[in-house]
């Protein structure tokens, strides 16, 4: 079976019954394949994870990459670099 990008994570378990998923933050290895993309108003990362991965969930990837420590603090304008997923999988 191929390995997961969520494979490495790890869950923490709060004391008040919330969980979150933990992973190592994906370094950048530039790739000849990697796009670039303008943010519009309206963009978030499910939605342009989706359109270049066909895959809402790979949002971190993306987001890795760019070093976006905030994904819903996208500013109009803004370039940013659409990874080759093969890079990472």
Not at 4 to 15: A, E, H, Q, V, W
Request: glycine letters at 6%.
């Amino acid at each position: 079976m191929k390995e997961s990008l969520y494979d490495k994570g790890y869950i923490i378990n709060y004391p008040n019954g919330e969980q979150s998923l933990q992973r190592d933050v994906l370094v950048y290895k530039e790739d000849i394949e990697d796009g670039l993309y303008t943010i519009r108003d309206g963009d978030n990362l499910t939605m342009i994870a989706y359109k270049f991965y066909k895959d809402p969930l790979k949002w971190f990837v993306i987001a890795d990459v760019n070093e976006i420590e905030n994904p819903f603090d996208l500013r109009v304008g803004m370039d940013i670099i659409i990874p080759n997923l093969n890079t990472y999988l």
